[in-house]
């Protein structure tokens, strides 16, 4: 009995240091992949996790890059401090000194990536695999080494890590005073503190080096460099692995410690346990069509989502923005990007985002406005611009309808009140109903009243009244509607201008009209647009010629908030067609342009590059949230194919430059990963093409689908509404036409409205009713099907 318990052991010991041993590389051949550009491998990536994250270049480099703290942006961050601005690497074989500096290839997975350096004379091709566990503050570095020659090598392997412990965006005004580091070697790892605050990074490897050495007179600003030598040796023909663990803490030294060394414990079973999960993000919300890129460019935008949840435990969890210089939180980029992150199922960070937000701004503003941009160390940048508040009540009937939870709706819907009182009593000096103030777009001068913070007001209100309503304040229910209802109706006459077939980008008087033409003449002369500065020259002329003193809508900009009446379903049929078609003329093979007037006619390359001014700026830019609500707008028109159009223009940008993402700005400018991105994509197909509306609060799913005329073929699975599960599949082919639901609970009702023809039910049972020319079927079994016959 000894024996057997002690050779058991063995094997159990024996199974566990291989575990530890094998490399990432065997995990990794069973996920997917998307290799990067060889044009772009001086361009960032980013290996994210929810605590920490690591931004470098594809090449395997740690440049200097960002402008929000200038250069700074890139490195190891764990908010509210930054823990290494990066680490090099480089290997020594028969006198050869290989810097690991030049990566030939760069491989993106969703939950970690890849270097592949080769050195073909020497016979050496080296992988450096990287990924950040969940909820750990620290990454975790794998170098495999390949000897690809007949004969065994003797190696070494110089590891520089670049700690720089410094606070984040705004640290000053939280008394997170940076100052010099120190660092000391204990046992296999270096341990880098800031002289005056509790920061601590810690890295080192697995395996004893044979040497440590701080290295002196580094240009590493307040940080410190620091030296580890390792011998490793490579029979002929094998393999070796390196690991490393880069960790830190902003609490205490201990926490440092145990950050490393529980990734150095068993990192194939952390990473294991992300890919499991990040199998459960790519099968809930499930897409299959026939276009395989766009259905990629949907499954990446599912962990895209993912790499940008920042947790800092004192404050709260959210979704940062972008990456690399917006990883904090901002209101807007969340009211956008949540209701897309519903639509996929990843409902915990969508809440714990909502109650970030709301425990904020009830505490700095306590009015029910709605901050707009606030750093991972609690300091409020921006207390809100006007569009935000009115957009975070419809954010809230929105989850509401997924969720079905009425203690969220009580929780939130106080906020909202305030919020609507402190949108119309103090931003609305005429009481027009037009809040004044700025919206989506910040230029100077542009913050009377804009089309973009009119139609989310109205559309606030629409959803407060039934928000009310499901609250029992019947009467307040009746006022929310009579003001959405007055608002939609002005929205329609004194927003709309017939000479340009378009709404206007604001209502203002004549001197805020000639003062904003200025300078956008001025804008339009720097990028060379005569068509712009024609009929800015007009418009400034006819103002001149028929002077008003009454405010009065102006269209000179056409920026893309023009088109939110369209994208909140708030215009009239007829003038929606108009701005719908008008949009189409500033758009590029890639998107929409945010602001019209930088339009560039010889923009249409597919193959181009965005080339943005020396300091940052959106300006000449075309971006995805204004592409993304133009889907929206065209679906809500009855128009699916020409909003699958703008889904396949910013597809054209997806793995563009970072392999698995999508930037800000299309193709290559900006944020390298961006949250409101899933909005772009996820609202207008789950919602729209597949016509999922939940009403979980009802226990109902109504389904109206409006499928391209290109998918004739195409499913959605998984798709979670309060307790229950939908799948749906199209298909449409020569011989006949049919739609199938499935649904995992008998006790919810699903509401299909089936398109245009004659339709029956050839699986299941249902009950039909005719309704404004359209007919409904109702059923609660778990699947139904219909033939068009």
């Not at 703290?69 to 509210?80: D, L």
């Not at 030294?253 to 993000?281: G, S």
């Not at 016509?691 to 109504?702: C, D, F, R, Y």
């Amino acid at each position: 009995m000894k024996t057997t318990t002690l050779f058991l052991i063995c094997i159990l010991i024996l199974a566990c240091s291989s575990q530890v041993e094998k490399p990432l590389s065997s995990l990794l051949e069973k996920s997917p992949k998307i290799s990067g550009k060889e044009t772009y491998l001086n361009s960032p990536y980013v290996t994210a996790g929810n605590r920490v994250y690591m931004v470098g270049h594809q090449n395997g480099t740690f440049p200097e890059l960002g402008w929000h703290i200038k250069g700074e942006m890139g490195g190891v961050w764990n908010h509210p401090i930054k823990l290494m601005d990066g680490f090099e690497a480089k290997v020594a074989v028969n006198g050869q000194v290989l810097p690991l500096d030049k990566a030939s290839k760069f491989v993106n997975y969703p939950y970690a990536n890849k270097h592949i350096f080769e050195f073909k004379k020497e016979g050496l091709t080296i992988e450096r695999i990287q990924f950040v566990p969940d909820h750990a503050q620290g990454v975790f570095v794998q170098f495999l080494i390949k000897n690809n020659t007949q004969e065994n090598i003797e190696s070494s392997v110089d590891f520089v890590g670049h700690a720089n412990l410094r606070p984040t965006w705004l640290g000053e005004r939280s008394d997170m005073i940076d100052s010099k580091d120190s660092a000391t070697f204990e046992e296999k790892y270096w341990i880098a503190k800031d002289s005056l605050n509790s920061w601590y990074t810690v890295f080192g490897s697995d395996q004893t080096p044979i040497s440590s050495e701080a290295i002196k007179g580094s240009d590493n600003k307040k940080g410190t460099s620091n030296a580890l030598k390792y011998l490793v040796e490579i029979p002929a023909n094998s393999e070796k692995t390196l690991n490393f663990a880069l960790a830190g803490s902003y609490i205490s030294r201990e926490n440092a410690l145990n950050a490393y060394h529980n990734i150095l414990e068993d990192p194939v079973k952390l990473a294991k346990a992300k890919k499991d999960r990040y199998e459960q993000l790519a099968n809930q919300s499930k897409l299959t069509i026939p276009d395989k890129h766009l259905q990629e460019t949907f499954e990446w935008l599912k962990y895209n989502c993912d790499w940008l949840v920042r947790t800092v435990p004192e404050i709260g969890t959210g979704i940062g923005a972008g990456i690399p210089d917006y990883p904090w939180w901002f209101g807007v980029d969340s009211e956008y990007a949540l209701k897309g992150y519903m639509a996929v199922g990843q409902e915990s960070i969508v809440m714990n985002t909502i109650k970030l937000l709301d425990s904020v701004s009830t505490a700095v503003n306590g009015n029910g406005r709605i901050l707009h941009e606030m750093s991972t160390n609690g300091v409020v940048f921006n207390k809100g611009n006007i569009n935000e508040t009115p957009q975070f009540a419809s954010l809230i009937w929105e989850i509401y309808k997924w969720n079905g939870n009425k203690e969220f709706l009580e929780t939130y819907f106080p906020t909202v009140k305030k919020g609507l009182k402190w949108l119309l009593e103090q931003n609305d000096d005429n009481q027009n109903l037009f809040p004044d103030g700025f919206g989506m777009m910040e230029i100077h001068g542009l913050d009377s009243e804009m089309i973009d913070v009119a139609s989310y007001t109205q559309r606030a209100f629409a959803d407060a009244a039934l928000m009310a309503a499901e609250l029992d304040e019947f009467e307040l229910a009746q006022g929310y509607q009579e003001l959405a209802d007055e608002l939609g109706q002005k929205i329609n006459t004194e927003f709309w201008s017939d000479t340009f077939e378009s709404y206007a980008d604001f209502i203002g008087s004549d001197e805020q009209a000639l003062h904003l033409i200025e300078d956008a003449l001025v804008r339009a002369d720097t990028l060379n647009k005569p068509w712009a500065i024609e009929e800015l020259t007009t418009t400034k002329q006819q103002i001149l010629r028929n002077p008003s003193d009454e405010p009065k809508p102006f269209v000179l900009y056409h920026n893309w908030v023009v088109n939110t009446p369209m994208e909140m379903g708030i215009a009239d049929s007829t003038k929606a067609i108009l701005g719908l078609d008008k949009a189409k003329k500033f758009t590029n093979p890639f998107g929409v342009f945010v602001t019209g007037i930088d339009r560039d006619e010889t923009a249409g390359q597919e193959d181009g590059t965005f080339k943005g001014s020396k300091v940052f700026s959106y300006t000449g830019a075309v971006m995805t949230l204004p592409t993304g609500v133009q889907a929206v707008a065209e679906n809500n028109y009855g128009r699916p194919d020409q909003a699958l159009d703008y889904l396949k223009r910013m597809s054209r940008s997806f793995s563009y430059a970072l392999p698995g993402s999508m930037y800000e700005v299309s193709p290559d400018y900006g944020m390298m990963t961006q949250a409101w991105n899933i909005y772009a994509f996820a609202v207008p197909i789950v919602n729209q093409f597949f016509g999922i509306q939940p009403l979980a609060h009802e226990k109902t799913v109504v389904i109206e689908p409006q499928m391209p005329t290109e998918w004739n073929n195409a499913s959605l699975e998984n798709v979670r509404v309060g307790d229950n599960e939908i799948s749906i599949w199209h298909t449409i082919s020569k011989e006949s036409d049919q739609i199938k639901i499935q649904q995992r609970k008998t006790d919810w009702k699903i509401k299909l409205i089936l398109p245009e023809g004659e339709y029956k039910v050839t699986e299941g049972n249902a009950e039909t009713v005719t309704e404004n020319g359209k007919t409904m079927l109702t059923f609660s079994s778990n699947a139904l099907m219909v033939t068009k016959e």
